[in-house]
């Protein structure tokens, strides 16, 4: 519930009430309603049309929750929440095509890797694997706005542990020899029992979207996205008695 003045009226916007695109004010409804004879009613009486809390922050003097008062004969367009804020959130959301990470793998797939050697994880950034990644959604007169960014990738290595990375990682150069990666794993034993010789490795990235509406609500959304590599790893004994 809202206030105004000692009042209480069903509010849409925490701070405002719901909202009236049509004149980019807000209303609440007072309740209970001021009493017969009150100047609110503008020279109506209860019962006929309803005395609304008015807040218009483009308007001088308006601008603050319960700026004034407003008879109406029927409840202003736009009050009732008709618009789903946090729905029109979701759908900015799908609207951003979130993706799991676009895997980058030293060793690339296909090749083989030594037990106590890092191979080296990176997602291949894009808006849609990493972020910064923007949308609008809008309905009745009604926009949100929201950017999402991923926080963290974690990485499950197929032998029993995960590795997590707050970072997107650095792609694998040759020039960059034996250096520890930003993000990386050593495995500590061979691939040979593992389904196909490698061990699968999941990739889950953590999506954090911020959104804003022009009703002046905001929030958060999380979601995750998955992505699947392998990694093949042999003994260095055994790929070396050629």
Known sequence: ???????????????????????????????????????????????DGAVYAEVCPTIAGNGMPGGT????????????????????AREAVRKMGLLGPAIGIAPKPGG?????????????????????????????????????QVQQIVWSMGDGTSVTCATAGVAYMPSMGAQTPACGHVYTETSANQPGGAYPITATSTWVVNWTATTGQTGQITVTRQSNTSAAIGEASALNTN
């Open 1 to 47: 519930m809202c206030s105004f003045r000692g009042y209480q009226y069903a509010c849409y916007s925490p701070a405002f009430g719901w909202f009236d695109s049509t004149n980019g004010c807000y209303y609440g409804l007072l309740s209970p309603q001021p009493p017969a004879g009150d100047p609110t009613w503008q020279g109506h009486s209860p019962g």
């Open 69 to 88: 008062t407003r008879w109406w004969p029927t409840p202003p367009p736009g009050y009732g929440g008709a618009v789903d804020v946090a729905a029109l």
């Open 112 to 148: 083989h890797s030594l037990v106590g050697l890092p191979v080296w994880l990176w997602d291949n950034v894009s808006p849609t694997t990493w972020g910064p990644n923007t949308a609008t959604a809008a309905a009745g007169g009604v926009s949100v706005s929201a950017t999402g």
